[in-house]
């Protein structure tokens, strides 16, 4: 039997806007071109289209509380009042100076400009400041800022913000659900800045604070607000788990009607409490855990709204709505109260929309769906629920569907039969550590705590407008060719001048360290203009891969040949690492993870072997991703570590001993998974760990607690922040390099950035790559005279 009306919503929208214009809206007013007003007015603009866009699609609310100027979780921060003391605050500086202080840190010495958002805010920032530490979002590659808790944190509502946009809204005529982070998920998400200090003691003194926003909420005319908590897809210790009952019974005073948003993992153990508690509605993932559909609807009361994520928010392919249906159409006849639709988790993670693609081959193109061809297919799903004719769309998605499945571009044996054939020592290397690392010195002939950087240098604008020529064919591949060298020349003569001891060749001929590899891999498709943010202003253009993974040729040997022309110093190939591709890409969804990144690790494998043969010395293979990839609940850990590691092994295992594989990883928590990262058998690590103070390296040494681990190869912490413009001190990366000495021995460390310059201009790099090397330079005297 059709159902009347089954509502439409999304629990989140892209913010960068359909061409980007909050990227250049942000880049243009940290460089001082434009005033926070002007900033202002394109968020303004955009969550304006943004609303009439989803109005226009036939939701039933739009979705407030979404946007963002550089993170959601930021915003929360200042909403709830707890910006870290150590910014020296005095609170009377905009309210958005003080949001990019906070997301980008305070260079030592920058004075007070109230006609820039991005400047220092208060006396105490004449000592400096780095940013918030920045992590990933679950297991995405979208990045929050980590709110910083101690005993003496405090809260109140501390921005009209959230407030105002919902105004705006209701006075454009939407009904608007507003959006919040639930506040044991903001705990959680958290990190404590005290020894012995347990977070989650703060949240008798959040809460109210939370009753209060709520509240306000709805006289400003909030019909719902929905309420996220995915840590609810989490394995909680008890305490987290059982503060959830009180604290929802506090909030429900507010009297709004809150819909408890769950998303990207099963709830488990967590279904009937997240049923069960006093709240109007429940949203649940029924991408991620279908087959938790037929448990929530036995457990959720009938009064209850069920909202199911049906499309998924996730990923970029066009859904089976035949599947979808079929899927809904038990739960629409079983939960007799109201059942609403919507994506499995905000839209954030894809692109704004396919639409206007013309880069893409047509029959590719009719398998995906951006954004705004989500929304579509949840009409479709709408009208097909309530009895309306649907046949045209159904039809649409059964036609794509059918032509993916079949389609000659997909499979190959080839491919196949490699994979079929790999053995057991496929991934190890001929010797253990030990025995590399001897013969590595004796080939390298490196000084203590040897210098290096991460691999990208930064990408002026003429490096961008040479590409984007060359793309355009309106420059010839010798002039482009000319140009780059010349690039790679002027990176390698800048790091002999500063003094690194290991050298990179820069990257200037890569747009991306994920789409440079993809566009010369067999499998994989490109959009032109399907950017995600990552964080900020950094938006990145995944991969797709859509077929099966091969290397018809070598990628990177020639630029990296030529970069090792030019200098006696060592020059490091530089590789993306299979997960990491897999990760950052959006991936077919029509056989295992696994079996994909496998394909990729024997593609970067045969790239590995034809750079030793061409004389390389150093490779690195690049894993940032492997963290993030690991299944939010434990019992997925273990399967998923075998294969990914794997992968990396496969990618590093066809080379001598004396060829040295380095890898890296940055911006999440790796402390849980160090057997796992030693298993990879890298040669040389490096890590991000200046946002932390050099506290994440504290696992890598063996002091990470009972169950920590003494990581066994090289190791090189970041000792300077590169996504954030301010420059550390020589002093301040000295004291950094000596907590890591603590940790780990002198002679297994490296001093490297936290992560590629890319991002950043020649000028700091130039400062602060010179201050790291003099670091170096100081602690090596220091230890010859000791």
Known sequence: MARSHTPIHTLGFPRMGANRELKFALESHWRGDSTAAELEAVGADLRARHWALQRDAGLDFVTVGDFAYYDHVANHIQLLGCEPARFGFSGQEPELARYFAMARGVNAGHEHNAHNADCSCGSASTQGQPALEMTKWFDTNYHYLVPEFSAATQFQIASERLFDEVRQAKQAG?????????????????????????????????????????????????????????????????????????????????????????????????????????????????????????????????????????????????????????????????????????????????????????????????????????????????????????????AASRAACASRRTSPRVHRADVALRLARATADDDRRSSAFTQRQAVQKDRLKLPLLPTTTIGSFPQTSEIRAARAAFKRGTLDAAHYRAQMEAEITLAVRQQEALGLDVLVHGEAERNDMVEYFGEQLDGFAFTANGWVQSYGSRCVKPPIIFGDVARPAAMTVDWTVYAQSLTARPMKGMLTGPVTILQWSFVRDDQPRSTTAHQIAWAIRDEVVDLERAGIAIIQIDEPAIREGLPLRRAGWKPYLDWATRAFRTTASGVRDDTQIHTHMCYAEFNDILPEIAAMDADVITVETSRSGMELLKGFGGQGGADSFNYPNDIGPGVYDIHSPRVPSVEAMVQLVRKAADVVPLERLWVNPDCGLKTRGWAETQTALGNMVQAAQQLRRELVTA
């Open 174 to 394: 939407h009904a608007v659900k507003a959006v919040l982070l639930g506040p044991l998920s903001f705990l959680w998400l958290g990190k404590e800045k005290q020894a012995g200090f347990d977070r989650l003691s703060l949240l008798d003194s959040l809460l109210p604070v939370y009753e209060s926003i709520l509240a306000r909420l709805k006289t400003a005319g909030a019909d719902w607000v929905q309420i996220d908590e995915p840590i609810l897809g989490l394995d909680l210790p008890d305490a987290w788990r059982h503060a959830f009952e009180p604290a929802y019974w506090q909030l429900a005073r507010s009297g709004a009607q809150l819909l408890l948003a769950t998303y990207f993992s099963p709830l488990q153990e967590n279904l009937r409490l997240a049923c069960q508690l006093p709240v109007a509605g429940l949203h649940v993932d029924a991408v991620r855990a279908p087959e938790e559909l037929v448990g929530v609807t036995d457990w959720l009361p009938a009064h209850k709204v069920l909202s199911v994520g049906i499309v998924d928010g996730r990923n970029i392919w066009r859904s089976d709505l035949d599947a979808a249906l079929a899927r809904l159409r038990p739960v629409a006849d079983k939960h007799q109260g109201p059942l609403w639709l919507a994506p499995s988790c905000s839209l954030l993670h894809v692109p704004y929309s396919l639409a206007q693609e013309d880069r893409l081959a047509p029959e590719i193109k009719s398998w995906l769906a951006g954004a705004v061809e989500k929304l579509a297919e949840l009409r479709t799903l709408q009208a097909a629920l309530d009895g309306q004719n649907a046949s045209v769309a159904l």
